[in-house]
């Protein structure tokens, strides 16, 4: 549903975007992540047909984006950082307004504009002035413009940016309920823990330019390298590491638990569960010890900062 190859912008003699490629599966959310001004928006920008490639293209839904930009703006839903809300108009009517520039037929805008509403809680605002809105109640007004022409792609810019946690939950449901419905998102987010729940890959641009790109567990396997289980038993140890090291590599101990790394944990895993029940051992828990994504993203940033040079390493 989206591609992009050698995805590049310049602006003058500043390269803002440098050699992007990108191939999102339809029903897939991708999350972009990177220090501002990492150039997410600027490929936002043009996947959405409002800026032009300095070279390479892009497609959305089978689209170029340079040459088919009224049938891109048609499939896409934008969630922009900068909204760009009419404050003197109602909020019914604004969406009104915004459903004819999508030539939708007053019966079809009425609905998909209440359905809309009452889905993200503003049902009691829908004759309110927009400028009476709150930062939170402006940011899921603008989540419902882009959703009301029905885009099977939404590229969504901080989607839960200054909302409450109850306001942020509503609209993280929302995207996996239409991810459901087979409906593909990039997002940008400085909410890592948000990105890491949402996301099915992830990717981190920096300078302009993708340095990684892949599922959390790829990326956490690209730092950690051989994966850590943690074994929780309900007694204490009692020399079982000696019982199990052929078959782990013991690394941590404590009185009643002990972590080991295992390069084949589907094959390792059942044969040590297997032999502490012959041992009698009782097992409280078994689980792979995973880095954060903040600790994964920082990490990566770090390596190509050495490797490219300074810049900033903040998420935000």
Known sequence: MIEAEGLT???GDFRAVDSVTLHVKQGTVLALLGPNGAGKTTTVRMM??????????????GYDVTTHPEQVRAHVGVLTEQHGLYERMKALDYLDFFGRLYHLDTATRHTRALALM??????????????????????KLALVRAMLHDPPVL????????????????????????????????????NLA??????DRIGIIRQ????????????SRRIVGVPMMELRLR???????????????VIET??????????DPEATNPALLRRLTGLGVDVVTLSPLQESLETVYLRIVEEDEKTHGNGSLSPN
């Open 118 to 139: 009452e889905r993200f809680g503003l049902s009691d605002a829908l004759g309110r002035r927009l400028g009476e809105f709150s930062k939170g109640m402006k940011q």
């Open 208 to 219: 302009g330019r993708i340095i990684a790109m892949g599922t959390f567990e790829e990326l």
């Open 48 to 61: 959405t047909s409002i800026l032009t490639p300095s070279a390479g293209w892009a497609r959305i839904a």
């Open 9 to 11: 912008k310049d602006f």
């Open 155 to 190: 590229l969504l810019d901080e989607p839960t940016s200054a909302m409450d946690p109850q306001s942020a939950k509503l609209v993280r449901d929302a995207i996996l309920e239409l991810r459901r419905d087979a409906r593909t998102f990039i997002l940008t987010t400085h």
């Open 254 to 263: 404590g009185e009643r638990w002990l972590r080991y790394q295992v390069t």
């Open 235 to 249: 007694l204490p140890l009692n020399g079982l590491k000696d019982e199990i090291g052929d078959l782990v590599e």
């Open 194 to 199: 948000e990105a890491q729940l949402l996301a």
